[in-house]
Each structure stands twice: as structure tokens, then as C-alpha cells.
Nanobody, 116 residues
């Protein structure tokens, strides 16, 4: 049974930093690329970043380039997203994602709020 559990979201001031984590289980973590998405109130969910199984990043949303860093620890089966220089427009629920055996799986999300 695939399970994804995100954590690390919080209320931070503009310019602040957070580190999001996504602990995975139920599949061979090393074999799969992983993704982070986010969804702001009233907006569609958007792809933020993608990382290959070997740990090399594959994609960043243009608006987060240079501020966010995706990484993974295959031994801990954990996906990370380091968020630096946060802006109010980064406010959203952040979700990790995997497509396994033709099915898309999501975690429950972790809320990031950027406000003075």
C-alpha cells in the first residue's frame, strides 16, 4: 500500500525558510522519480519540482528557481523540499506525488503560509 506523509509546513515571514519532508512507504522508493506540487486557495494544483531516482533534479517551476531545492534520501525513503527566500505568493498546501503502477498517489499535504 503506497503511503506518502508530508510534514514541515508552517507560518513564516517573507524571506524565511522551511524544509518540507515526505516520508514514503509501500513501494521501492529508489526506483521512482518523485514530485512536489502545491495548491493555493482558489487555484489549480501546480507542479513545483521533480527529482529523478538517482537524486538529480529534473524540473523546477520558473517562479521558484534559485529559491527551492528538491532532494531525496533513498535510505530513509524521504523526499525533501528546501524553501528559501519565501514570498507571500508561495502560500499553498504542498503535496508530494508519485505515479506507481499507473496510479497517481498524493499525500495529505502540508500547509505553508508566508505572511508578515
Amino acid at each position: 500500500q503506497v503511503r506518502l506523509v508530508e510534514s514541515g509546513g508552517d507560518l513564516v515571514q517573507p524571506g524565511g525558510s522551511l524544509r518540507l519532508s515526505c516520508v514514503a512507504s509501500g513501494f521501492i522508493f529508489d526506483d521512482y522519480g518523485m514530485s512536489w506540487y502545491r495548491q493555493a486557495p482558489g487555484k489549480e494544483r501546480e507542479l513545483v519540482s521533480v527529482i529523478r531516482p538517482n537524486g538529480f533534479s529534473q524540473y523546477y517551476l520558473e517562479s521558484v528557481k534559485g529559491r527551492f531545492t528538491i532532494s531525496r534520501d533513498n535510505l530513509k525513503k524521504t523526499l525533501y523540499l528546501q524553501l528559501n527566500d519565501l514570498k507571500p505568493e508561495d502560500t499553498a498546501s504542498y503535496y508530494c506525488n508519485i505515479v506507481h503502477a499507473g496510479t497517481t498517489y498524493w499525500g495529505q499535504g502540508t500547509q505553508v503560509t508566508v505572511s508578515p
